[in-house]
């Protein structure tokens, strides 16, 4: 089974909306990682944040994670009709990067 | 544009057959990772080389098996294919050797394997 799921499976917004995509997983982890995947593309890195961060921030993209809850969130302020692709969170299980079933999301102009 | 290639872009073959499929990593990067996205499977990792060796193993059949080459460059070959192994293949790089999912992993574009 996937170490990390993501919730919702998908989302669908207007432009200009925020999006808020959430990661669970189920054991403890060193670090975890955020990916888009525009269709059937190759994914493409986001952001990292570490076990001991508690917040992050990118331009737009804004990740919280809660190891007590084993859960992490990626916010998409402002979101733009470009931002329509897939995200995935990954995160290190053993020595392996294990990604979820990750959310895809519309953004409609 | 990640700075890794792959090759071939799609390929269509029947069941029983063999492929191989390529990847260059990024100029300096030591690790290569193999991945397959299916969309009942979700993205799965197969197996990851460092500088050459086997570093990690993960849902990776029997029927497929890979090696990294002393240029960095690395194959991935599948066998005996079966209709459920169409999907996309991906390779990602990263820099080191990437315990403990601290490293970024830069992806290709991916092969799109169709199995008839």
């Known amino acids: 089974s996937q170490q990390g799921e993501e919730d919702p499976q998908a989302l669908s917004i207007q432009e200009g909306e925020n999006a808020t995509m959430n990661c669970s997983y189920k054991t403890s982890i060193n670090n975890l990682q955020w990916y888009r995947q525009n269709s059937g593309r190759g994914l493409v890195h986001l952001i990292l944040?570490?076990?001991?961060?508690r917040e992050k921030h990118s331009g737009r993209l804004r990740v919280t994670l809660d190891t007590s809850k084993k859960s992490s969130s990626l916010l998409i302020t402002a979101s733009r009709a470009a931002d329509t692709a897939s995200y995935f969170c990954?995160?290190?299980?053993?020595?392996?990067?294990?990604f979820g079933a990750g959310t895809i999301l519309r953004v409609k102009s | 544009d990640s700075g890794v290639t792959q090759t071939p872009k799609h390929l269509i073959t029947a069941t029983g057959q063999r492929v191989t499929l390529r990847c260059s990593p990024r100029?300096?990067?030591?690790?290569v990772y193999w991945y397959q996205q299916s969309l009942d499977q979700g993205l799965q990792f197969l197996i990851q080389y460092y500088n050459g060796e086997e570093r990690a193993k993960g849902n990776i059949l029997e029927r497929f098996s890979a090696q990294q080459f002393p240029d960095l460059h690395s194959e991935l070959n599948l066998s005996s294919l079966e209709l459920g192994d169409s999907a996309l293949y991906f390779c990602?790089?990263?820099?080191?050797?990437?315990?403990?999912?601290?490293?970024?992993?830069?992806f290709g574009p991916g092969t799109r394997l169709l199995v008839l």
């Open positions: 990602a790089s990263s820099e080191r050797e990437g315990s403990r999912g601290r490293e970024t992993q830069y």
């Open positions: 944040i570490r076990s001991n961060e």
């Open positions: 100029s300096g990067d030591l690790s």
């Open positions: 990954a995160t290190d299980y053993g020595n392996k990067l294990v």
